[in-house]
């Protein structure tokens, strides 16, 4: 059993961590932006960079290049993680995923229906996408202050919820923010995609091979209209996910390989001989052999999104001015009170009913021991739209005015929603043991 839960503990962690850190980084850009090296912290994300590769170049601000460039690497990890967990994963048993499916389905459009209900008729209607996503790194990171009274099944469900929804959030940038598209482009962006379909069916296990294409499709994604982190998810997709050898002869040929080494054992602190380098060898053979490419690309790359590519984004997108009457202008203006609405009512309403409607109709069962007040408390985390809702505002608005409004409601209602679940979740659970 502890075997089998290490991946998932080890995901919490990380992605737990990866929550103080972009907390920090939020502070930091708040501080910056508030303090009287301000107006360098908003020349230095304004700052052009332009890159050029055979006499063709691409510039782009600074903020550009961290929103489009890093947030693809975030998406790519996005893509990845969803595929997995529908091929072996929590999304892998229609009955197993029903539960949080329906969640983030309820968690995603009620949101965005009451955001849309108090904009109708004003210019900040286009805004009605800020309020779907979750936050997973904050939402675990409010967890983990709860330590050991957290069951797991609630942690995999919070999870599970948020990649849902996150894949939807995709989709709905895809079709919904986009500008005018470039369609000569897109049929680039297509061809490539083709290409990366082509090197799955083909089983190539080439990281390069699948970069190199990747990063093409994300420059054919940036010129077509569409947002180009939408070529992370895509290329995520395209990485095979299974093994060269299946588990059974994985076993058989590191047991010959140990047999092996042992035999070529002697007393004492000797270096490994011949044989024992070879069965060594034969081992990390046997190892590449059964771990398939997406879970190694996966588990390189989530600590450094965690860790560094999302505190960077939090960095360049969370300094905003926070003068008291622009925090007060920006809570009652049509977008903050869409914003803090959805976020704060509309995501705990949303997911806890649509949970409710799929055990109530039979389509999901609540986990072993699960307690719907559990269940409610993480529907109130589910508010923490933090990194996506940033992210859906930068699309959705071009006046700096909603933008701010948009930011300062977000940073509001993502507090109100952690604090509120986190209080929540302490009075609800246990106080000693990890599961109930």
Known sequence: MRRLLTPIVSFVQTEAKGGLLLLTATVIALIWANSSWGDGYRHLLHTPIRIDIGG??????????????????????????IKREVLAGELASPRQAALPIAGAIGGVVVPALLYALINRGSDTLHGWGIPMATDIAFALGILALLGRRVPLWLMVFLTALAIVDDLLAVLVIAAFYTDAIDWTWLAIAGGLMAVLVGLNLRDSRSPTAYLLVGGLLWYAMLRSGIHATIAGVLLGMSIPASPRKDRRRFVDDVQHALDR??????????????????ALHQIVRAVNDVDSPLHRIENSLHPWVSYAIMPVFALANAGVELPLDRVVDALVAPAGVGVVVGLVLGK????????????RLGIADLPTGAR?????????????GFTMSLFVTGLAFDDPANVAVAK?????????????????????????????
Request: glycine fraction near 12%; hydrophobic fraction near 55%; charged fraction near 10%.
């Open 56 to 81: 063709r170049g691409l510039q782009l601000p600074l903020e550009g290049w961290i929103n489009d460039g890093l947030m693809a690497i975030f998406f790519f990890v996005v893509g990845l993680e």
């Open 261 to 278: 080494f042992k035999r070529g054992h002697s007393p004492g602190p000797h270096p490994v001989n011949r044989d024992q380098a070879a």
């Open 348 to 359: 705990p309403l949303g997911i806890a009913a649509a949970s409710w409607l799929a055990v």
């Open 372 to 384: 719907w007040t559990h269940l409610i408390g993480a529907a109130i985390l589910g508010g923490v």
């Open 408 to 436: 300062i409601a977000i940073l509001a209602a993502s507090t109100v929603a952690a604090v509120t679940g986190l209080l929540f979740l302490h009075r609800v659970l246990p106080r000693a043991g990890a599961e109930s």
